[in-house]
């Protein structure tokens, strides 16, 4: 079901890219995408029954069944890229706006 | 039905309800806004998945300081005359 | 007229996904065991480079990896390249706010703030201080890291901020702080090519698992990680404060 | 001695961190940077080498083998070119160019799809603070945001596959993936196509590419025109001859989608009035030729295009960017006659444009040679009329602006009456010399085709009797 979501996610934050030319808005979407795809890794990495991957007092033993450790360590990359980059494409988002006094890419024009 | 799955189907009716908001909403407020609710929820798909680690991360990460770069971007910008 | 070609597009994408991933996984099911001599089963055994028997919190002496968390053990140790990659990907998100933002003019007062609010934030400041502190150092048996836990610093510096109207970081200091970071991390990686013959080869003891002392190299890389993660956002914080506050 | 080929990468990153500590001497250490990495990249071990010391397909590796060697090496030369072609405008990126650097010789030695992922990003990241220089952030965003599309999609693609087969190193890939059914390959296959596509500058994708390209300057365009695309290109090679061959179906839908991509980059080019502009859309029609040549499993031509486009498009956005700061514009008919007051550029760009086309006797006949040869040897000759076709179209346009540069003509006064105003080089020494140089390297080769070949690939094309090179490494993997 979670999986279901989580790639419905990455269809409305396409939708959310596509549909407006705000860039914050645009932002938003970006971030919504990629919120999508981290849950749709961690569904894939998902056992059925399976344990926090972390040894500890209830779960002692590497025997037991653990959920995938790989796919939670490529999403923790991923969050931290995201994080990059909306801070990156935020800035730019203040330099347009300081340089057309407009958040509105389709108030700009073509040419800049 | 156990548990597991009532709380998944919660969670997932959530996620879309929210993205759907952040998405579709007209103010960038409001966008910024529901996009932190759509990562909280994200927290407690990551933690029902057993997923800790993620869970806190994007707790600190993506609902913290996400939504804070974003509302610093925005705002000064009631006085420029525009939509929140 | 946008707005529908947008979902149409978006509709049709949506379609071929769901077509897609159906044929090779169940969309409302999970996995119901990893795969067979996959890389993740042999992280959570932690027998990459040979058989060494069930791995017993608390009891283990010297195992692969050293890390009770298995998500550590795969973040500092198995994919530690990655994460080496990924700070360079936060580093230069960094670099490049300051860059861009640095060329905007700064100044004006930010709105004053009151007393209390100025007392409480600062018994708070410590407090998450060490909080993060806490969370990258016991990163490889609890949930948590050197990415939250870097966080949380630069969440803390967030909190004097919005707390205090006269309050400025030292730019410059954390980037020299990142800057040393980072090159810890590499210098760690060639002294495990010259110690042990393989880039940021695990070159320590690891101890027993579950131990504070028990991670090899691994409490090194995520103390380096939080350092650099927390100045790296602070400092995009702090660029994004010196921007806002012209407009 | 050889070293350890992680150097390529360890080295760049490390003083990249370095150069933001001392921000003071930071050009000197980009130079010092770029010139180690110019000349260590001779001196690496082939072979799979392990990271962090586990057992090769569990943990990373870094796999150098005569492939990713043309690649690096490729690389790593044209950074250094560009640095001396434009040193003044690249200092102030010192740290980005670095760690830029790190990242395309990680993009390209990597054995592992994630930590491509990691590598792309980080090349990707400074590339957008790159194209900031263009001073056009609308533009920059727009780039941001097709290239996050793009990881997305990448990500996306990445971890069906690893659903399926529970690793992310590509040789253990590509042998799992060939159990699998087309059926289930599909959509991954065209996912990661997808988010490779944009930096190799595909269609779907290359919406980026005018906005970025159209405002670089002479250090700017030739980062993104030739080193960035060729890392692309190398990484779009990779995966789509060895890694992740694709089936019929994929393999048609790529190759047409690369080849509409050739044929649209020309006519867009041909319909050009600015310089870059003509420039950016023959850039966008070579990339298609070789990740046409890449999916159909011509490694071998599809390297010799991918090296002349780098050589060639390195000498003429420096060229056309430096024309650009120097007279204030960059249509071609207000820049008639400037190669008149630059005599040695304007011989460099004259090279470059007719190797490009494919005249005899320059580097760019041999490739074209070399595709159409491979091309005929299958029995297709559909491709090779397309490509003729282009190669015409690309002629026209090159021979029509080189006359121009040349001989003024009416329109042409502007210019000449700009010619009093300061001194008329538009380089400095080491930029000039640089440009030569590679004007050469582009006639020897030319007229020594069997020895550049050789050069290229060592063991008798890329593509031998043994298949990939990739391939080589399981068999051998499989004697142990």
Do not use: C
């Amino acid at each position: 079901m979670i999986k279901f979501a989580s790639l419905l996610l990455i269809v409305i934050g396409l939708y959310g890219i596509l549909s407006t030319r705000n860039v914050i808005k645009i932002l938003v979407g970006i971030n919504v995408m990629e919120i999508g795809i981290n849950i749709f890794i961690i569904a894939i990495g998902f056992v059925n029954g399976g344990a926090a991957p972390i040894l500890s007092v209830d779960n002692p033993g590497s025997l037991l069944k653990f959920v995938d450790p790989v796919a939670q360590a490529l999403v923790l990359t991923s969050i931290v890229i995201g994080l990059g980059v909306t801070a990156l494409g935020l800035v730019f988002a203040r330099k347009i706006h300081k340089k057309h006094g407009t958040y509105d890419l389709s108030e700009i024009g073509g040419e800049s | 039905m156990n548990w597991f799955n009532i709380l998944e189907a919660g969670v997932s009716v959530l996620l879309v309800a929210v993205a759907l908001a952040a998405v579709l909403s007209k103010k960038l407020l409001v966008s910024i806004i529901f996009l932190s609710a759509l990562s909280m929820m994200a927290v407690s798909a990551f933690a029902l998945l057993s997923a800790p680690d993620v869970a806190v991360t994007e707790a600190v990460i993506g609902s913290g300081l996400v939504t804070f770069i974003f509302v610093a971007s925005i705002r000064n910008l009631g006085k420029a005359g525009e939509k929140l | 007229m946008k707005r529908v070609f947008a979902g149409l597009l978006a509709v049709a994408f949506g379609v071929v996904l769901l077509l897609g991933i159906s044929a090779s996984t169940g969309l409302f099911s999970y996995n119901e065991e990893l795969l067979d001599d996959s890389a993740a089963s042999h992280y959570i055994a932690k027998d990459v480079n040979g058989d060494t028997g069930e791995i017993i919190f608390g009891e283990t002496m010297d195992a692969e990896t050293g890390s009770a968390n298995m998500v550590t053990s795969v973040i500092a140790n198995y994919r530690s390249f990655d994460t080496l990659g990924e700070v360079t990907v936060l580093f230069l998100a960094a670099l490049g706010v300051s860059l861009l933002a640095g060329s905007m003019d700064k100044g004006r007062k930010r709105r004053k703030s009151g007393f209390i609010l100025k007392v409480s934030s600062g018994i708070l400041f410590p407090l998450m201080l060490v909080t993060g502190i806490y969370i990258f150092t016991h990163g490889h048996l609890t949930p948590g890291g050197g990415f939250p836990g870097g966080s949380m610093i630069a969440s803390s510096f967030l909190l004097l901020y919005l707390a205090d109207e006269n309050f400025r970081a030292n730019v410059r200091g954390f980037k020299i702080a990142e800057g040393i970071a980072g090159t810890l991390y590499v210098v760690l990686g060639i002294i495990g090519l010259l110690a042990g013959g393989y880039f940021l080869i695990n070159f320590l003891p690891t101890g027993v698992v579950g131990n504070l002392f028990s991670g090899g190299i691994i409490p090194i890389v995520y103390v380096i990680i939080g350092l650099k993660v927390g100045s790296e956002i602070t400092g995009i914080i702090t660029d994004m404060f010196n921007e806002e506050v012209k407009a | 001695m050889m070293f350890n080929p992680v150097l390529l990468i360890a080295i760049p990153l490390g003083l990249a961190f370095i150069a933001v500590i001392f921000k003071k001497i930071q050009k000197w250490i980009l130079a010092l940077g770029i010139i180690v990495n110019a000349v260590l990249v001779f001196f690496v071990e082939k072979g799979e080498t392990a990271i962090g010391g586990f057992k090769i397909p569990f943990g990373i590796s870094l796999v150098l083998d005569d492939f990713s060697a043309a690649g690096v090496i490729l690389i790593n030369i044209l950074a250094l070119a560009a640095i001396v072609i434009a040193f003044k405008k690249a200092e102030k990126f010192a740290p980005v160019i670095l760690a830029g650097l790190a990242g395309m010789n990680g993009m390209i030695l990597t054995g592992d799809l994630f930590n491509l992922f990691v590598f792309m990003e980080i090349t990707a990241i400074s590339a957008y603070i790159l194209s900031s220089e263009g001073r056009k952030p609308a533009q920059s965003f727009n780039y941001l945001v097709i290239g996050s599309v793009g990881s997305v999609f990448y990500l996306l693609g990445l971890i069906l596959l690893y659903n399926q087969t529970g690793t992310l190193n590509m040789v253990l890939m590509t042998e799992k993936t060939g159990f699998l059914e087309q059926t289930v390959l599909l959509l991954p296959v065209l996912l990661i196509f997808v988010g490779i596509a944009v930096e190799a500058k595909l269609l779907p994708m290359a919406g980026w590419v005018r906005g970025v390209l159209g405002n670089s300057n002479s250090y700017t365009g030739v980062m993104f025109a030739s080193v960035y695309s060729s890392a692309a290109l190398f990484v779009f090679g990779r995966i789509f001859s060895q890694v992740l061959v694709p089936g019929t179906t994929v393999g048609i839908v790529i190759i047409t989608i690369a080849l509409v991509t050739f044929a649209a980059g020309q006519a867009s080019a041909f319909r050009s009035k600015s310089l870059r502009q003509v420039l950016l859309y023959s850039s966008i029609a070579q990339s298609g030729l070789a990740a046409a040549l890449f999916a159909t499993g011509f490694v071998f031509p599809a390297v010799l295009v991918v090296v002349n486009n780098a050589i060639g498009k390195l000498i003429m956005f420096s060229a056309a960017g430096s024309l650009e700061e120097k007279y204030g514009t960059d249509d071609y008919i207000g820049l008639g006659g400037a190669f008149n007051k630059n005599t040695l550029t304007g011989i460099a760009f004259t090279i470059a444009a007719l190797s490009l086309t494919g005249l005899p006797l320059l580097f760019g006949f041999y490739a074209k040679l070399n595709v159409l040869a491979a091309y005929l040897n299958q029995g297709t000759f559909f491709v090779p009329a397309v490509v003729l076709l282009g190669t015409i179209v690309e002629g026209a346009y090159f021979i029509k602006i080189l006359i121009k540069l040349w001989a003024p003509g009416k329109e042409g006064e502007w210019a000449d009456a700009d010619q009093s105003v300061g001194d008329k080089r538009i380089f400095s020494y080491t930029g000039t010399i640089a440009v030569i140089l590679a004007a050469v390297l582009v006639v020897l080769s030319g007229l020594l085709p069997d020895t550049a070949g050789k050069l290229i690939a060592p063991e008798g094309g890329l593509l031998g009797d043994d298949g990939p090179a990739i391939s080589l490494l399981i068999q051998k993997g499989g004697d142990q």
